[in-house]
């Protein structure tokens, strides 16, 4: 059995919601998570109770329930992305100070968030294109990156226009440096890190066919 | 001191041309809606605002920063959908912009309240954010030198104040006024409701009444 | 009329009640104020409910009432002296930090402090005698010095041994510099500042025989 | 990783000699002693402890201290009426003091958890507590450059404690508590009472129990 064909998992590229399955899965019971705005959010969709994940978001509240319908929305308890959310029992409420004491103290387990780019020991770049008309915005994503103990990244693999987002040296001005763990994309799960680039698993193409797409040296995990 | 006040007019009657306002809010879950009405009726101009955003839509302190009456905005988030006022007066050169990341916004504002003169994070190491900032190698990690973010005023919003002017908030829309409280010379308050000294368990208040100014009822 | 009449206020000297009275009285209404441990905390019992004085203890609690007697004594309830108090209407507890933030941001009015030295500059030393053998112990003593927008001592103005405590330079280890604004004293209330010591007004003796205890050059504050 | 726990003894049976381990409380408000006794049963020694007294009596973290078992105290105000033990092992050199400024005990804990680098305040400028130390002119003032104090272990007391660990305190039993939850890698509480997830109102609870790894209800 050959590394190749043995890390192929699936035989087509996941569709957003399998990939957010795929995380939701690999998040160890009882974890404090912080779901980025975008892609990420779709992982709480996949979150098994017994699973126990407490859900943090930024602007003041662990136990974070599930989007706000109906009579349940409520202006004050939005998420981060400024969507009416929904309480869980046990939750609770913070300032700001508090709120990222808790991200920039270290204290969250795992932090999932989108990404322009990540290079190949783990700097993000998720934060500003670098276009010179841009308006820059930062939010938390800095405090993230660097706080949380497991930077996960959601992301495709490639640009609308073929060119990878995992790359040599991030382009985009960056986020954070050395802080992704994980990338998952819709073409394979990443494990970054000092040492390089592993691949976990690909889905509809083989760790040869990944290497093409990649500017970067791929190696099979151990498993 | 702290005064009760009848309207909005009286509570930010004091504010003067040049001054740096804090104004509360994420989203628009603790956005004090009728004092930044007030404030922009009471004319000051020149102003500094530290807020999470820039505006939104058009109303509130996107509204002041159409009226030109923003000089600079510190916040972390200025880029929306509908921050369409603000993108117009940066593309125009007409507003300065301190951009921040948000836990260095709250840290740096915590920061002014508690008496810290600047302190070291690891946030934005390594980023266009921390050009020609003082670095330094502290726990194992590269950090960034960050100062407070002190404030003339805070316009902030609660939930309830008793007669000491202490303070509750409601879910998410607790976010910055605490800290906001804590930084600001002068911190105007505006809540739902008011009840007697005693009112309030000792145990649940968040913001103490030293750190509150001005308060008024809004409807 | 002479400055040296004109403030002699009364024809003994004070004693500590007479002293904490006087003290109390020069708080302004609304003040939020921390007494420190020892002679300071005589101050509480001349404070007139009208003067609306909030008290703060620096192990938690604004609104701190009189100390607990009888039935009302709560070991979860105790002033930084680990005295049982009281809990007044519109009291409010917090943490060790936040309690800090309070004092060292600069947000109380007054502290009261017992003082070894204060120098003419209003250097403060309180915590510590220098003496070799001597076990140090500082609490919050350095905290209220720096941070308190007005710092008030009272004290003897002599040692047993006849020596005065306002001094040119402190001896002793300092608490704080430049800190003390008031010194009340059994036989008078100096004003100290960078421009040195004035004296507003004396107890059971002249500003001459004042300055005979005194090794600073004083003057009559202007009224 | 949150655990309840049926016994004090399990609670601390993970502490290694060696081990920087907070204690909370204020006197004897909010002091862990049940927590203390089993630290003291459990024998783990040559620890750096940090409280903010040096013990008191004959109990707790003073027969810790008589027994030998504590290489290093970091504490505010170690010298009291009663804290005969400390002296004498201080007299005879047999234990370290780091004397610090209450207020720079408090802001140093809460600097660890906040993953804050090093500050600095005003606080002991121009005083032996800060000799050799960093100094800066910021803010107007001179100031001393501090760093965080980080912990292996804390022992805490709260009141109430819910099935997700979070924590209410009582009156000024709070004090050290939930800065030190926040500092240490593993925090240990001891309450009075535990109700179901659900039973604390989230808009009052103080500690989150994401400080939270283990629990012990005591009579």
Same mark, same amino acid.
């Given at each position: 059995m050959s590394s190749a064909t043995s890390i192929q998992t699936s035989d087509k590229p996941l569709g957003r919601d399998d990939l957010a399955r795929l995380v939701a899965r690999d998040i160890s019971p009882g974890s404090f998570v912080n779901?980025?705005?975008?892609?990420p959010t779709l992982v709480s969709n996949y979150l098994e109770p017994e699973q126990n994940i407490t859900l943090h978001t930024e602007n003041g509240m662990l136990g974070m329930g599930p989007e706000a319908t109906g009579d349940q929305i409520d202006g004050d308890l939005i998420n981060a992305g400024k969507i009416p959310v929904t309480e869980l029992p046990g939750a609770s409420y913070f300032h700001h100070a508090d709120s990222f004491a808790i991200m920039r103290g270290g204290h969250l387990d795992i932090c999932v968030l989108g990404? *322009?780019?990540?290079?190949?020991?783990?700097?993000?770049?998720?934060?500003?294109?670098?276009?010179?008309?841009?308006?820059?915005?930062?939010?938390?994503?800095?405090?993230?990156?660097?706080?949380?103990?497991?930077? *996960?990244?959601?992301m495709t693999l490639l640009t609308r226009e073929g060119v990878s987002k995992l790359v040599?040296?991030?382009?985009?001005?960056?986020?954070?440096?050395?802080? !992704?763990?994980? !990338?998952?994309?819709?073409?394979? !799960? *990443?494990?970054?890190?000092?040492?390089? !680039?592993?691949v976990r698993e690909t889905f509809g193409c083989s760790l040869e066919e990944l290497q093409a797409l990649v500017p970067v040296p791929l190696a099979a995990a151990s498993a | 001191?702290?005064?009760?006040?009848?309207?909005?007019?009286? $509570?930010? $009657?004091?504010?003067?041309?040049?001054?740096?306002?804090?104004?509360?809010?994420?989203?628009n879950a603790g956005q004090p809606f009728e004092l930044i009405d007030a404030l922009m009726d009471c004319g000051a101009t020149d102003l500094t605002v530290v807020n999470n955003n820039a505006g939104q839509g058009d109303q509130g302190l996107a509204l002041l920063i159409k009226e030109g009456r923003v000089k600079k905005m510190i916040c972390s988030f200025p880029r929306q959908s509908d921050s369409w006022h603000f993108d117009a007066k940066f593309r125009a050169g007409e507003i300065e912009l301190e951009l921040v990341p948000q836990g260095n916004l709250a840290e740096r504002i915590r920061a002014a309240g508690a008496g810290i003169g600047g302190f070291f994070t690891p946030t934005g190491y390594g980023t266009m954010l921390a050009e020609g900032k003082e670095t330094r190698f502290l726990d194992g990690k590269w950090q960034v030198f960050e100062t407070p973010i002190h404030a003339d005023v805070a316009l902030i919003k609660a939930l309830t104040a008793d007669g000491k002017g202490n303070l509750v908030y409601r879910k998410t829309a607790r976010n910055f006024g605490p800290i906001m409280a804590a930084a600001a010379k002068h911190s105007i308050v505006q809540v739902s409701e008011i009840v007697p000294t005693g009112g309030l368990d000792p145990e649940v208040?968040?913001?103490?009444?030293?750190?509150?100014?001005?308060?008024?009822?809004?409807a």
């Open positions: 779901l980025g705005i975008g892609q990404a *322009f780019q990540v290079s190949a020991t783990g700097d993000l770049a998720n934060w500003h294109t670098g276009a010179p008309d841009a308006i820059p915005a930062v939010g938390g994503a800095m405090d993230l990156a660097t706080g949380a103990k497991d930077v *996960f990244v959601m040599e040296s991030c382009s985009y001005p960056l986020t954070g440096i050395g802080c !992704v763990t994980r !990338v998952y994309t819709d073409k394979a !799960v *990443f494990l970054t890190g000092p040492d390089g !680039v592993q | 001191m702290l005064n009760f006040v009848d309207t909005v007019g009286e $509570a930010v $009657a004091g504010i003067q041309d040049g001054s740096t306002v804090m104004i509360g809010g994420f989203g208040i968040v913001t103490p009444g030293i750190y509150v100014n001005s308060i008024v009822k809004v």
